[in-house]
């Protein structure tokens, strides 16, 4: 079957309402018509289901699946199951796709690639205004798969690495490898996912557009216990170093890269304890921060070059496990960023000082 006939089945996993029509219209209106659309419905209000029903008797190619759980990430593996298209492609039902984006990404599947990704675009709504952010991929064009992972340090931002959204695969490697969204963690589940599909892959073709719209990025990790998020996305980094390692890219800005990530990633878990969302006793915060310096991951993803002032101070007091040292480091950065603190004022002029340097 040629690429231009070839049928792509778009999986669109359904768990809020807010933006759904726009979604399915987004997908029912692609300029690419060979399309198998599978709509899982894991959120059973009675709203989603008339308006997945309304699109499906306009639309043959529509197919209405409920989830087996009220999970993102098995909805993703039952709507694989499912495909019985060439090609899959993933978008989420907060979210929008441009109007030529399956063609362009069909277009770029030659016989020689498994895997076609594009650029995004952010919008958020606050203040009663739409802000936007673009994030394009820097590596476009053709690659083979060595070639790829030599470069991936110009790939920083994980929604362009890790996402499902802004991709097309190939339905014969997913199945022919049984690759599948592994865990509960959303975030967590579709970047094993691609670096399983990356390891079957020969070459790739990256296109510098924007094409995939992200509305919301929020997937069920409020709903995980911190210490489960740490340990996955632990993992997550060593299978990202293990396959770097095996195709010997792992050095120079890959290398810092996946450093930063990981440091990054340490300092949010840290702060996250002191989000005024999060109820925990002071106690109980001590009690995890003792828990998390007992491990050699965390302290280990502190020490890279060229830390800032703040990860050096934090990577010193992981370094003689100073449990009170980072509860007040933490908890005062929160006080001070507070509207009604004396400090706040300095401190959002201190950051746009530093913005600006």
Same mark, same amino acid.
């Given at each position: 079957m040629g690429k231009n006939n070839a049928t792509v089945s778009l999986i669109v996993p359904i768990f809020h309402t807010a933006s759904l029509v726009n979604c399915i219209d987004s997908i029912?209106?692609?300029? =690419?018509?060979?399309?198998?659309?599978?709509?899982?419905n894991g959120c059973l209000s009675e709203e989603s289901v008339m308006i997945c029903q309304t699109f499906?008797?306009?639309?043959?190619?529509?197919?209405?699946?409920?989830?087996?759980?009220?999970?993102?990430v098995s909805a993703l593996n039952y709507g694989l199951a499912y495909a019985?298209?060439?090609?899959?492609?993933?978008?989420?039902?907060?979210? =929008?796709i441009?109007?030529?984006?399956?063609?362009?990404?069909?277009?770029?599947?030659?016989?020689?690639?498994?895997?076609?990704?594009?650029?995004?675009?952010?919008?958020?709504?606050?203040?009663?205004?739409?802000?936007?952010?673009?994030?394009?991929?820097?590596?476009?064009?053709? =690659?083979?798969?060595?070639?790829?992972?030599?470069r991936i340090d110009l790939l920083p931002h994980q929604f362009l690495l890790f996402s499902p959204n802004n991709k097309l695969y190939r339905n014969e490697v997913i199945q022919n490898n049984q690759i599948k969204f592994p865990g509960s963690l959303y975030l967590e589940a579709t970047a094993f996912f691609n670096l399983a599909y990356w390891e079957k892959t020969v070459?790739?073709?990256?296109?510098?557009?924007?094409?995939?719209?992200?509305?919301s990025s929020a997937y069920e990790s409020g709903q995980i216990p911190l210490h489960s998020q740490f340990e996955s996305r632990q993992k997550l980094y060593q299978q990202v170093e293990n396959l770097l390692k095996a195709n010997n890219t792992f050095h120079g800005k890959n290398k810092v890269l996946l450093q930063?990530?990981?440091?990054?990633?340490?300092?949010?878990?840290?702060?996250?304890?002191?989000?005024?969302?999060?109820?925990?006793?002071?106690?109980?915060?001590?009690?995890i921060i003792s828990?998390?310096?007992?491990?050699?991951?965390?302290?280990?993803?502190?020490? =890279?070059?060229?830390?800032?002032?703040?990860?050096?101070?934090?990577?010193?007091?992981?370094?003689?496990?100073?449990?009170?040292g980072i509860y007040s480091y933490f908890k005062t950065k929160h006080l001070l960023k507070r509207p009604m603190s004396p400090f706040y004022h300095l401190w959002k002029k201190s950051r746009s000082a530093r913005k600006l340097s």
């Open positions: 029912v209106n692609q300029s =690419y018509r060979d399309l198998e659309i599978i709509l899982i499906a008797e306009k639309d043959t190619r529509i197919v209405l699946l409920e989830a087996e759980t009220p999970h993102i019985s298209g060439e090609f899959v492609q993933f978008v989420s039902a907060e979210d =929008y441009d109007g030529e984006m399956t063609e362009k990404l069909v277009a770029k599947m030659d016989c020689d690639t498994q895997l076609v990704l594009c650029g995004y675009r952010e919008i958020e709504y606050r203040n009663r205004r739409f802000f936007t952010e673009e994030t394009i991929p820097q590596t476009a064009g053709r =690659y083979l798969k060595h070639e790829f992972m030599e070459g790739m073709h990256a296109i510098a557009e924007p094409l995939y719209h992200f509305t930063r990530m990981r440091a990054n990633f340490t300092l949010s878990m840290l702060d996250s304890l002191f989000d005024p969302a999060n109820t925990l006793a002071s106690i109980q915060k001590k009690g828990e998390w310096l007992m491990n050699s991951d965390m302290q280990h993803s502190m020490q =890279y070059p060229n830390n800032s002032m703040q990860e050096k101070a934090v990577a010193s007091m992981l370094k003689t496990h100073n449990v009170q």
